[in-house]
């Protein structure tokens, strides 16, 4: 069964030969540089890597038997915002200052922190414009993948999600007190973001459409313990976006959808699937009540499940055994009738073990694609 078969069996909700493996196919489900600097050590590959549009070593996603290829990304769009302020300090199109502290970026400081609605009439947003010759380019690896026909083809998303761009420009603490109590701002926000991003993914769906077989979708709706925001604030200020560009994508692409959100989110998740989600990523299974057995008996005839591999302590402190076992278990109860994905709950950090990845390749029992 070739990779394109097995992944339509698993969104059937049927039984393939395995399921679907994702190890480093997007930039959710990735892996650090520190990681994937040991990793291909302990793989010996000692030459250049063959960089795909993750970041990770084709050589590394054909060892793992990884399903999937990607093509696009987020859209850095012209903005009187972007510069370099320092050599760890950047401005970014939205005006949100970003510090490098050596692994990720930290946002260190926010544009509309206290800002009026009057504030957002007046403020220089970004230009909702993909470049033609990256477009192009996008199109042109899409094509060529889906015309050679080994791999799924995934299209990144190319624009943030509205509830994580109103936290990063105003603040979360900011954000989250006016979902409670300055709704006037927040939908006036939401608007001149929807719209915006309605303007990016027009010609992005448009052009890589033809070619893929689901899309990525970004916007953190949990935390470790529970949602952002009550599902009444999720129905009334965010779900009417996020129902709208989903379908707007689906109506351009006629693709899967595919959303990706941290942390403990099993009491929106009734409302994340009535706005069209296909695919829940990354299924953070040490968050509350993310348990996996839980969630499949629950959710898993309408849902498709891509991740749920613990990378916050689970792949950091097993042995390869317990790797092993982990691994199978969670193909047993997750993968049940079809319809999961096997794939880090997020990406792997430096403190992965290269043994640890090596455990869980081998217990899916695959040869290198």
Same mark, same amino acid.
């Given at each position: 069964?070739?990779?394109?078969? @097995?992944?339509?069996? &698993?969104?059937?909700?049927?039984?393939?030969?395995?399921?679907?493996?994702?190890? !480093?196919?997007?930039?959710?489900?990735?892996?650090? =540089?520190?990681?994937?600097?040991?990793?291909?050590?302990?793989?010996?590959?000692?030459?250049?890597?063959?960089?795909?549009?993750?970041?990770?070593?084709?050589?590394? *996603?054909?060892?793992?038997?990884?399903?999937?290829?990607?093509?696009?990304?987020?859209?850095?769009?012209?903005?009187?915002?972007?510069?370099?302020?320092?050599? &760890?300090?950047?401005?970014?199109?939205?005006?949100?200052?970003? &510090?490098?502290?050596?692994?990720?970026? %930290?946002?260190?400081?926010?544009?509309?922190?206290?800002?009026?609605?009057?504030?957002?009439?007046?403020?220089?947003?970004?230009?909702?414009?993909?470049? %033609? /010759?990256?477009? =192009?380019?996008?199109?042109?690896?899409?094509?060529?993948? $889906?015309? %050679?026909?080994?791999?799924?083809?995934?299209?990144?998303?190319? +624009?943030?999600?509205?509830?994580?761009?109103?936290?990063?420009?105003?603040?979360?603490?900011?954000?989250?007190?006016?979902?409670?109590?300055?709704?006037?701002?927040?939908?006036?926000?939401?608007?001149?973001?929807?719209?915006?991003?309605?303007?990016?993914?027009?010609?992005?769906? /448009?052009? *890589?459409?033809?070619?893929?077989?689901? &899309?990525?979708?970004?916007?953190?709706?949990?935390?470790?313990?529970?949602?952002?925001?009550?599902?009444?604030?999720?129905?009334?200020?965010?779900?009417?976006?996020?129902?709208?560009?989903?379908? @707007?994508?689906?109506?351009?692409?006629?693709?899967?959808?595919? $959303?990706?959100?941290?942390?403990?989110?099993?009491?929106?998740?009734?409302?994340?699937?009535?706005?069209?989600?296909?695919?829940?990523?990354?299924?953070?299974?040490?968050?509350? !009540?993310?348990?996996? /057995?839980?969630?499949?008996? @629950?959710? !898993?005839?309408? *849902? +498709?499940?891509?991740?749920?591999?613990?990378?916050?302590?689970?792949?950091?402190?097993?042995?390869?055994?317990?790797?092993? @076992?982990?691994?199978?278990? *969670?193909?047993? +109860?997750?993968?049940?009738?079809?319809?999961?994905?096997?794939?880090?709950?997020?990406?792997?950090?430096?403190?992965?073990?290269?043994?640890?990845?090596?455990?869980? +390749?081998?217990?899916? !029992?695959?040869?290198?694609?």
């Amino acid at each position: 069964m070739n990779s394109r078969e @097995r992944f339509r069996r &698993t969104m059937a909700h049927q039984i393939a030969d395995r399921p679907p493996i994702d190890i !480093g196919a997007t930039t959710l489900t990735s892996m650090s =540089a520190g990681c994937q600097a040991k990793l291909r050590e302990y793989l010996g590959f000692t030459d250049e890597p063959e960089l795909t549009n993750s970041g990770v070593d084709e050589r590394i *996603l054909r060892w793992a038997g990884t399903d999937f290829r990607g093509v696009g990304h987020i859209v850095r769009p012209p903005s009187p915002h972007t510069r370099q302020v320092s050599p &760890t300090v950047r401005v970014d199109a939205w005006g949100i200052e970003r &510090t490098w502290l050596g692994q990720y970026e %930290e946002i260190s400081r926010n544009p509309l922190r206290g800002a009026t609605v009057e504030d957002l009439r007046s403020f220089p947003w970004p230009e909702p414009r993909i470049d %033609e /010759a990256l477009l =192009a380019q996008w199109q042109a690896e899409a094509r060529r993948l $889906h015309r %050679e026909g080994r791999h799924v083809v995934i299209a990144e998303h190319p +624009v943030y999600g509205v509830l994580e761009l109103g936290c990063w420009m105003c603040g979360y603490d900011d954000f989250l007190m006016r979902l409670a109590g300055d709704t006037d701002f927040v939908r006036a926000f939401s608007d001149m973001v929807f719209d915006w991003q309605m303007r990016i993914i027009e010609p992005y769906y /448009a052009a *890589l459409g033809p070619y893929i077989d689901l &899309t990525t979708s970004g916007d953190d709706f949990g935390m470790q313990q529970g949602p952002l925001l009550s599902p009444r604030a999720f129905e009334t200020l965010v779900a009417p976006y996020f129902r709208a560009r989903i379908a @707007r994508t689906k109506e351009l692409a006629g693709c899967y959808y595919w $959303h990706h959100t941290c942390g403990s989110v099993v009491a929106l998740l009734d409302q994340i699937i009535a706005c069209g989600v296909d695919i829940l990523n990354p299924i953070q299974s040490s968050a509350a !009540g993310m348990d996996p /057995a839980a969630l499949k008996a @629950r959710f !898993g005839d309408r *849902l +498709v499940f891509w991740g749920a591999v613990d990378v916050q302590q689970f792949l950091r402190h097993a042995t390869p055994d317990e790797v092993r @076992r982990g691994v199978r278990e *969670l193909i047993r +109860v997750m993968g049940a009738g079809g319809g999961y994905v096997v794939a880090p709950g997020h990406n792997m950090q430096d403190d992965v073990p290269p043994q640890n990845i090596a455990a869980w +390749v081998q217990e899916l !029992g695959v040869s290198p694609a």
